[in-house]
């Protein structure tokens, strides 16, 4: 088989069409049970939940970022799909030392798109990955969302608060909601009462991932910013970017008609 090229541009040597592939990246577990390759999925991470009926029959090797090096050489795979961001760069690095490692590195929707396109390239589902990726650009191109322009802080975490900033995946797909980010600085900051308060945020979203937020959550940050509408929402949406993106667009579709009516 020829050399392939990971997002890092780093060269990928596969004798054949892998036949043991570990995803240390759940939203890139899920592509790779989309595209068919279930019997080839010999490890997973105890954050892979998607497909629910598939994952919990498949060998769990730690966390994305506390990977069990030695139970992942005991499973003797040949090919390894991470991603820069959510996986360790030690661990990473161990793991090239007996194995190919393919590593996505994902900002954009160009670049999930991308990332889709060699996944199925480099796994003999190409013209699958073709699919899925045309599928999805056209429900992004038909997404008839007007900029609402409303100033929002997409929270990710809480003890400490973390928001996303500039230079991430959620926050193009913000942008793709016609809103805001409030938060200039690049890739994940930690903030507290006294900066959500200097930001003033029109809109504020809990996402439902990393931290699981709740209702309650709505009355503690209501207490801060009093003037801030404060909605819920479904993370998958805003952060995979595999698969789940089939269900991205047609989400922010029936998300943000309740949001155009927040400014006048």
């Known amino acids: 088989m020829p050399g392939y090229h990971d997002q890092l541009n780093r060269e990928i040597n596969l004798p054949s069409v892998p036949k043991r592939i570990i995803s240390v990246v759940p939203s890139q577990t899920e592509l790779l049970f989309y595209l068919g390759l279930d019997e080839a999925i010999v490890g997973i991470t105890k954050f892979c939940i998607h497909p629910e009926d598939k994952v919990k029959n498949v060998e769990k090797i730690g966390g994305t970022k506390q990977l069990d090096i030695e139970k992942i050489k005991a499973l003797k795979p040949d090919l390894v799909i991470a991603n820069k961001e959510e996986n360790e760069r030690s661990q990473i690095e161990e793991l090239m030392n007996f194995c190919p490692v393919w590593i996505s590195d994902i900002f954009t929707l ?31 191109s ?36 016609g809103l805001i980010n409030v938060f200039e600085q690049n890739r994940y900051l930690e903030v507290d009462a006294k900066s959500i308060i200097e930001a003033n945020p029109d809109l504020i979203l809990l996402s439902s991932e990393p931290y699981p937020f709740k209702e309650k959550h709505i009355t503690e940050l209501k207490a801060i910013v009093p003037n801030a509408i404060i909605r819920l929402v479904d993370g998958e949406m805003f952060s995979w970017y595999g698969s789940r993106l089939l269900n991205a667009a047609p989400y922010f579709e029936k998300l943000l008609p309740d949001l155009k009516s927040v400014k006048s």
């Open 142 to 177: 038909l997404l008839t969302i007007q900029r609402s322009n409303l100033k929002t802080a997409y929270f990710i975490w809480r003890k400490p608060y973390m928001v996303a900033g500039k230079n991430t995946f959620i926050d193009r797909m913000l942008d793709y909601c």
């Open 110 to 140: 160009a670049d999930a798109l991308d990332m889709v396109e060699r996944v199925g390239e480099l796994t003999g589902k190409g013209p699958e990955a073709k699919i899925l990726s045309n599928k999805i650009t056209q429900q992004f």
